[in-house]
């Protein structure tokens, strides 16, 4: 049974960088999609990339062109390089996979195996 477990998370000032790990265990993440989802307090869960078993690449509209995942299969880890953090960006992050094939289209919205979120908070 796959099991995904978050790291990275932390306090950042506006305009810094924080580097988020998921790491598998369990199993070997070659053939699992993986999608990074956060939620907020009082806020909607909201997608925030997820990259395919094919390394095919999706980023919600908020963080395109600051965020940027990666997989390493070798080290059974993605990651998500978060870059010019914004307060807007505070959320408990956490990471997904899921074999289903066009999973990456809707990941954050059916969501069956998950971790136990890291916080990131972006404040000055």
């Known amino acids: 049974q796959l099991q995904l477990a978050e790291s990275g998370g932390g306090l950042v000032q506006p305009g810094g960088s924080l580097r988020l790990s998921c790491v598998a265990s369990g199993d070997t993440l070659n053939s699992y999609h993986i999608g990074w989802f956060r939620q907020a307090p009082g806020k909607e869960r909201e997608g925030v990339s997820c990259i395919t078993s094919d390394s095919i690449i999706r980023y919600g509209v908020s963080v395109r062109g600051r965020f940027n995942i990666s997989r390493d299969n070798a080290e059974n880890t993605v990651y998500l390089q978060m870059n010019s953090l914004k307060p807007e960006d505070t959320a408990t992050y956490f990471c997904?996979?899921?074999?289903?094939?066009?999973?990456?289209?809707?990941?954050?919205?059916?969501?069956?195996?998950w971790g136990q979120g890291t916080p990131v908070t972006v404040s000055s």
């Open positions: 997904a996979a899921d074999r289903r094939p066009t999973w990456c289209e809707y990941y954050y919205r059916s969501l069956e195996i």
